[in-house]
């Protein structure tokens, strides 16, 4: 079959399609032929060689899978050959304690798809039953691709973490990428107020589509005092951030009394200072989010049918041009998410 291969990390990176053997589903796995996978900022970083903690040798890259169940291993009892599917971020096992509480994204003898094992750059994957869910009936396969990453992981940061209420006001940083671009959805979905951050002014009709009641742009002010404007000087409840240390301490000066701040993504992989009596005197919470659960991608699905969120897929591209998604997501142009598809023939 044909994979990206990773030749040379670096920025830019050396790639290329190169044919490697056709995996064999295990027991528990099946074997899925990919229609698409989503380009994620973390395939973008495993690729300029920011971020090779727990990177297999050679692995083959992308995480944000939908396919076609080819083949099932003779364990699998809820899969079969012609299942439309997507995968979660993780090979799960299925049976640890998280798994058995609905945490498969952390669970415990779990690997990274595309990340610690192949992933779906490639015609084929090989994965746990328990890493894929069944895309619903009239769903675009391509768009399938986004359920799991960006949007699972965007509402579950939103409905989960945050516990976003309606009429409330959330800031989302980094507004117009992948995971931004889903978090404004699923937030303005939950009855929110809507304060998009963006630095690209291009994006801003895009975001107002989204549900942005707002879009705060680069204009030389400091987005929390544009916050504080607009909220009376109250703040905001909740800030999803999925730029990371490149916007703090504004995302923290941003909440209001009793607020929420959700680091969802860090692009820059910095170190910040932190004055505690900053948290401490505004009772604030600071959260990490990361991953999605399966039942989480199965809600990102029924809402996708209901027309409350929708995947934004920005570009499809074959794979010999992956290294323009890489220039594409570096320079911060999609809105939403590049996809690749890895079949000559498309779906």
Request: hydrophobic fraction near 40%; aromatic fraction near 2%.
């Given at each position: 079959?044909?994979?990206?291969?990773?030749?040379?990390?670096?920025?830019?990176?050396?790639?290329?399609?190169i044919?490697?053997?056709?995996?064999?589903p295990?027991?528990f796995?099946?074997?899925?032929?990919?229609t698409?996978?989503?380009?994620?900022?973390?395939?973008?970083?495993?690729?300029?060689?920011?971020?090779?903690?727990?990177?297999?040798?050679?692995?083959?890259?992308?995480?944000?899978?939908?396919?076609?169940?080819?083949?099932?291993g003779?364990?699998?009892?809820?899969?079969?050959?012609?299942?439309?599917?997507?995968?979660?971020?993780?090979?799960?096992?299925?049976?640890?304690?998280?798994?058995?509480?609905?945490?498969?994204?952390?669970?415990r003898?779990?690997?990274?798809?595309?990340?610690?094992?192949?992933?779906?750059?490639?015609?084929y994957?090989?994965?746990?039953?328990?890493?894929?869910?069944?895309?619903?009936?009239g769903?675009?396969?391509?768009?399938a691709?986004?359920l799991?990453?960006p949007?699972?992981?965007?509402?579950?940061?939103?409905?989960?973490?945050?516990?976003?209420?309606?009429?409330?006001?959330?800031?989302v940083?980094?507004?117009?990428?992948?995971?931004?671009?889903?978090?404004?959805?699923?937030?303005?979905?939950?009855?929110?107020r809507?304060?998009?951050?963006?630095?690209?002014?291009?994006?801003?009709n895009?975001?107002?589509?989204?549900?942005a009641?707002?879009?705060?742009?680069?204009?030389?002010?400091?987005?929390?005092?544009?916050?504080?404007?607009?909220?009376?000087?109250?703040?905001?409840?909740?800030?999803?951030?999925t730029?990371?240390?490149?916007?703090?301490?504004?995302?923290?000066?941003?909440?209001?009394?009793?607020?929420?701040?959700?680091?969802l993504?860090?692009?820059?992989?910095?170190?910040?200072?932190?004055?505690?009596?900053?948290?401490?005197?505004?009772?604030?919470?600071?959260?990490?989010?990361?991953?999605?659960?399966?039942?989480?991608?199965?809600?990102?699905g029924?809402?996708a049918?209901?027309?409350?969120?929708?995947?934004?897929?920005?570009?499809?591209?074959?794979?010999?041009?992956a290294?323009?998604?890489?220039?594409?997501?570096?320079?911060?142009?999609?809105?939403?998410?590049?996809?690749?598809l890895?079949?000559?023939?498309?779906?």
């Amino acid at each position: 079959m044909r994979a990206l291969h990773l030749k040379q990390a670096g920025d830019p990176p050396v790639l290329e399609v190169i044919d490697v053997p056709t995996p064999q589903p295990g027991p528990f796995q099946a074997l899925v032929r990919v229609t698409a996978c989503g380009f994620c900022h973390h395939d973008r970083s495993v690729m300029a060689g920011v971020l090779r903690r727990g990177v297999g040798s050679g692995v083959v890259l992308g995480h944000e899978i939908s396919g076609l169940v080819e083949e099932t291993g003779n364990e699998v009892t809820g899969l079969q050959p012609g299942d439309r599917v997507v995968s979660i971020l993780t090979e799960a096992c299925g049976h640890c304690d998280r798994c058995a509480i609905g945490r498969e994204h952390r669970c415990r003898e779990g690997e990274g798809i595309g990340h610690g094992r192949d992933g779906g750059f490639a015609e084929y994957v090989a994965l746990s039953e328990h890493s894929l869910v069944k895309v619903p009936e009239g769903l675009d396969p391509i768009g399938a691709a986004l359920l799991a990453c960006p949007m699972g992981v965007a509402l579950q940061a939103v409905q989960e973490t945050a516990q976003v209420t309606p009429g409330e006001t959330v800031v989302v940083t980094g507004a117009g990428g992948g995971l931004g671009s889903h978090a404004v959805q699923a937030a303005a979905a939950l009855g929110a107020r809507v304060l998009a951050v963006s630095s690209s002014p291009e994006k801003e009709n895009a975001l107002r589509d989204l549900g942005a009641a707002e879009v705060l742009g680069d204009g030389g002010l400091d987005f929390a005092e544009l916050v504080m404007a607009m909220t009376g000087d109250e703040g905001a409840d909740v800030v999803i951030d999925t730029v990371g240390s490149a916007l703090f301490p504004s995302t923290l000066r941003s909440l209001a009394q009793f607020g929420r701040l959700v680091l969802l993504g860090e692009i820059l992989g910095q170190s910040v200072s932190l004055n505690p009596a900053e948290v401490i005197f505004r009772d604030a919470r600071i959260l990490g989010a990361s991953g999605v659960s399966r039942s989480m991608v199965e809600q990102a699905g029924r809402m996708a049918l209901e027309g409350k969120m929708r995947p934004v897929v920005n570009l499809e591209l074959p794979l010999e041009q992956a290294a323009e998604a890489y220039r594409l997501v570096t320079e911060r142009k999609p809105t939403g998410r590049i996809v690749l598809l890895p079949h000559a023939g498309g779906v």
